[in-house]
């Protein structure tokens, strides 16, 4: 199994990114800086941190590495002063701060006269902070919600900061507080005797927005002073929609806060590439060389690639290029060449169908093999050896490409006698190139690459036991008389074949149906609208009127394939402007890879 985590091992060889990286983290001419490690969830962003860490440790002995997961402070109320106490802590335990111990301790006292601050500093803590820094960026130190709350914290808190307000904070403004604050932090720094604090702060983008926002103005207005570089790896994507909940656009204005605050806190911006689909397919075949090599034999048959530059050549790795590099090496296979054959022949023969299907995703590489791993030992639990592996892995593909036609061939497989008819005569029509419209998705070039993978001729198979292997997937799609009543039937044949003038008829009689006909009605319509099968303005329709459903909808329109088009944004719209809150997060993950900006910007009332 390849586990969902962060990885010292440069799979995706992003070892120059790491090296661009700390070289700038390392030149102290730079601090204070922060870079944005900017890419989708499942980019390897984790990744990539953890290779910028080990290059600031093994080449730099005056620069300190701190590694911080802004997810941990999700429950803080005060996720700023939680942030700033774990990075101070991070440094008390380090020895270069020996003797910089006591300015640490100071600025604990400091944090903990934080935590008395009351609603009404809240409400003027913006003004406060715009002062104190010289940067116009709002702040909001999280403080007590009621007086007994307030009495708590006082209480908790008040003997701490006691003997630090008597000796050297008596009479400080709260602007002072702030001011100090990073004056003591520098100082503390200087007193250390290091180049340079390097803070890598990875998860950002897993925080709830008003986390994302405490985290980055923590940053900004405490902790960013001379000799400090944060690096803070996240989906920007993600980051402006914290923003615009948090500040919404002003009616009337050009200006884009959202861009305007990102660019405000970080000054050097990364961006990680989506990986090619020769990429995806080399990581296939890599990910599954990993599992039959040792760690220490795999990461020389890693360098050996890097340096022979198969990476950065137009062509994919191929499974003999890999074997040789092996033998070249006397790397010795774990258990056995035998096994690895197995596994890696039926990889190798569908990575270039996968590779188009993951959008350039290293994390849905893995997921796609561990299920592969998954089915195939519980095929081996159920069936023993009488199941063949390249099916079952073949099927696999198919689910994924395009699941309409997973289930449509589950379906012509029920009624197999000596062969499975209807497949063969799609697939001899397809392969010679006859026009026919039922065969029209068979026929899409990716469809067609994945027909003619081996084994080619799968009509001949009753594949009874892979789609057992597989029922998870097979969708509700055929409407069983013991569950549905005769009135939730006639809805779905009438939603069959409806028009945008007879919509409004069919909602009504929806409506009517009991919430238990209503449940099984959608139980249908979620997986077409996933699989793009239902018109938007049913989709709206449907938003608008049923809202228990509001979230199951958005779901399976945020995980469905087809790109959106004008016509498709105006109903998005209406659905956009009835529940923005809902909605948004929706657009947001779509927007760049099925809705184009200018559609996006449209949606969302956004003036050109």
């Excluded at 934080?114 to 715009?130: E, N």
Aim: hydrophobic share 40%; aromatic share 10%; glycine share 4%.
């Amino acid at each position: 199994m390849w586990l969902d985590n962060a990885s010292d091992i440069d799979i995706l060889f992003y070892g120059p990114y790491a090296k661009l990286i700390a070289d700038i983290a390392k030149d102290e001419t730079n601090n204070p800086l922060t870079i944005g490690v900017f890419g989708l969830w499942g980019a390897g962003k984790s990744t990539l941190l953890n290779l910028i860490d080990q290059q600031l440790n093994e080449e730099s002995t005056s620069i300190i590495c701190v590694k911080i997961n802004a997810w941990i402070f999700e429950g803080y109320e005060d996720a700023k002063t939680a942030l700033m106490e774990a990075l101070l802590k991070e440094l008390y335990n380090k020895q270069p701060f020996e003797k910089a111990k006591d300015g640490i301790k100071k600025l604990f006292q400091r944090i903990d006269l934080f935590k008395l601050a009351t609603s009404a500093v809240s409400v003027g803590a913006s003004v406060v902070a715009s002062v104190a820094t010289g940067n116009p960026l709002p702040i909001a130190m999280n403080v007590p919600r009621n007086v007994g709350e307030v009495a708590e914290v006082v209480k908790s808190a008040a003997e701490k900061a006691q003997d630090a307000e008597d000796t050297y904070i008596k009479n400080e403004t709260t602007v002072d507080n702030i001011r100090n604050f990073r004056k003591d932090f520098e100082q503390m720094l200087i007193s250390a005797q290091i180049g340079n604090v390097v803070v890598i702060v990875d998860d950002l983008d897993r925080c709830t927005p008003e986390r994302i926002i405490d985290t980055l103005e923590a940053i900004k207005l405490f902790l960013s002073v001379e000799r400090t570089t944060f690096i803070i790896a996240a989906d920007e994507n993600v980051i402006q929609y914290a923003i615009r909940k948090k500040y919404p656009h002003i009616d009337g204005s050009d200006v884009e806060l959202s861009t305007e605050y990102i660019e405000k806190i970080i000054q050097l911006p990364i961006y990680i590439p989506e990986l090619s689909s020769k990429d995806i397919e080399n990581y296939l075949l890599l990910l599954v060389t990993q599992s039959y090599l040792s760690p220490d034999d795999f990461q020389s048959l890693l360098e050996k690639v890097y340096v022979e530059k198969y990476i950065v050549r137009d062509t994919r790795i191929t499974l003999p290029e890999i074997k040789s590099l092996i033998s070249d090496l006397h790397l010795k296979y774990v258990p056995s060449e035998a096994k690895f054959m197995e596994d890696v022949n039926i990889i190798d023969s569908i990575r270039d169908i996968v590779s188009s299907t993951l959008k350039g995703n290293p994390r849905q590489a893995k997921r796609f093999l561990n299920t592969f791993v998954t089915k195939k030992s519980l095929a081996q639990m159920y069936y023993g050896n009488d199941i063949d592996m390249r099916i079952l892995a073949k099927l696999l593909v198919l689910q994924k490409l395009d699941s309409d036609l997973f289930n449509q061939l589950n379906e012509w497989n029920k009624e197999f006698t000596l062969c499975n008819d209807k497949f063969k005569a799609m697939y001899n029509a397809v392969m010679a190139n006859t026009s026919n419209v039922e065969y029209t998705k068979w026929a899409i070039p990716s469809i067609r690459k994945w027909l003619e993978c081996e084994p080619k001729d799968i009509y001949t198979q009753r594949l009874d036991r892979y789609f057992y292997l597989t029922r998870e997937n097979l969708a509700r799609n055929i409407i069983d008389s013991q569950n549905f009543s005769i009135q939730a039937r006639q809805v779905l044949d009438q939603l069959g074949s409806v028009k945008e003038g007879t919509i409004s008829g069919v909602m009504e009689a929806m409506k009517a149906l009991p919430p238990v006909d209503i449940d099984n009605v959608f139980s249908v319509l979620l997986p077409r609208i996933e699989n793009g099968l239902l018109g938007y303005f049913v989709i709206k329709e449907l938003f608008l009127i049923f809202t228990p459903y509001q979230d199951k909808i958005l779901d399976a329109v945020g995980n469905a394939k087809q790109t959106i088009v004008l016509a498709d944004s105006v109903y998005l719209t209406a659905m956009y402007n009835a529940n923005t809150t809902k909605v948004l997060p929706t657009l947001v993950k779509m927007k760049g890879s099925r809705l184009s900006a200018r559609l996006y910007d449209r949606i969302i009332g956004k003036k050109g």
